[in-house]
């Protein structure tokens, strides 16, 4: 018989090392935040998506004023507040009436509301306050505008006058610039004071009209069909060249007269200059306040404080208090969601009247740097 070959016995398979149990990271939990920082937080928040709301609504109405879709906006007048600038043992007083920036006949308000520039609304309540308080006994004008619309200066001219009329006596300081309509309402003045650097003159006035004939024609392809009655029924327009005849027209129309009435006030507030010695003067050009002085356009060079002196002077006064004017607005007026908000002309106004005024030159008494 064959033998069978013994039977090795079976080795024993190493077993697999049992798997480690996963690490859990705990994360400590952070403190949980104070309710009132919590409430701060909110509040910060709050504040400023109602300070965003009420921004959008001011530029929402003030494009709506501009765009005609507000209807009639007619602006009442503001009440006016009387301050006092400088106290003294005396019921007397000298007002202070500022005439800052553009000359407007009407408030005009900025893009947030407010208003910029001096209207002549505004300067007339102030006279009006002016000449009803008794104890004003003199007042001192503080001119700091390069002028505005010829209209508007001259109206403001006229409401100043009715100061001295009533017996109380205008002194001018000029600021850094009282030049065209700012010259000529510091007229008024019976006494004027420039500073040093002072930009005074340009006499004169300006207007200009906008041709956007290559504009229509050209690039948008609009041409216009004109029916007039008349030969300068269109005179001038936005929309055609003009002939050198309908130049002149314009010139002499309104440039001309509005010119002499300038040198008329002139002539009138400078009593010391003869009108053949302004003339030369009043070409637009500008003077600084001492060529000012040598030319007899202004008295002499002086301070806001040395026009606070002169005033009493002139009203015998040996002390007095100063007072000044401002508007009382409220919040709502002034971020420009009131009814009685100054309309706004630092949005684009692209309504009907906006084209028409393309074609309305008006005169201005502005220096244009």
């Known amino acids: 018989m064959t033998q069978m070959p013994p039977i090795e016995p079976r080795q024993p398979q190493p077993q697999p090392e049992p798997l480690a149990p996963p690490r859990v990271q705990i994360q400590p939990i952070p403190p949980a935040e104070s309710p009132r920082k919590s409430r701060g937080g909110l509040c910060l928040l709050l504040l400023i998506l109602i300070g965003s709301l009420l921004v959008n609504m001011a530029l929402l109405t003030n494009m709506a004023r501009n765009a005609g879709l507000g209807g009639s906006q007619m602006v009442q007048p503001m009440p006016l507040k009387s301050m006092l600038l400088e106290d003294a043992d005396t019921d007397d007083a000298i007002a202070v009436i500022r005439i800052d920036g553009i000359i407007t006949e009407r408030p005009v308000g900025g893009m947030l509301g407010g208003v910029e520039g001096t209207d002549y609304e505004f300067v007339k309540q102030q006279v009006a306050a002016a000449l009803a308080d008794e104890n004003v006994r003199g007042v001192v004008l503080e001119v700091n505008s390069p002028g505005g619309g010829a209209t508007a200066s001259d109206m403001m001219l006229e409401e100043l006058k009715k100061l001295p009329a009533g017996g109380k ?30 930009i005074t003159g340009s006499i004169g006035v300006i207007g200009q009209v906008m041709n956007v004939q290559g504009l229509m024609e050209d690039k948008l392809g609009i041409k216009t069909t004109v029916f007039k009655s008349g030969a300068y029924k269109d005179v001038p327009s936005a929309f055609r060249d003009m002939s050198e005849e309908e130049f002149r027209y314009v010139q002499d129309t309104l440039i001309g007269p509005f010119y002499e009435r300038f040198l008329s006030m002139v002539d009138e507030g400078r009593p010391k200059l003869t009108r053949e010695q302004i003339r030369p003067l009043a070409d637009g050009r500008v003077f600084m306040g001492q060529v000012a002085v040598d030319n007899g356009l202004v008295d002499r060079l002086g301070s806001y404080e040395d026009a606070i002196v002169e005033a009493r002077r002139l009203a015998g006064l040996s002390q007095s208090r100063v007072i000044g004017y401002s508007r009382q607005m409220t919040v709502l007026e002034m971020l420009g969601l009131s009814s009685n908000a100054p309309r706004s002309a630092s949005v684009v106004n692209v309504s009907r009247d906006a084209i028409h005024s393309l074609s309305t030159p008006e005169v201005l008494m502005l220096w244009q740097l």
């Open 169 to 198: 006596k205008i002194v001018v300081h000029m600021g850094s610039v009282a030049a065209s309509g700012g010259y000529y309402v510091s007229m008024s003045g019976e006494t004027i004071l420039a500073q040093p650097t002072t």
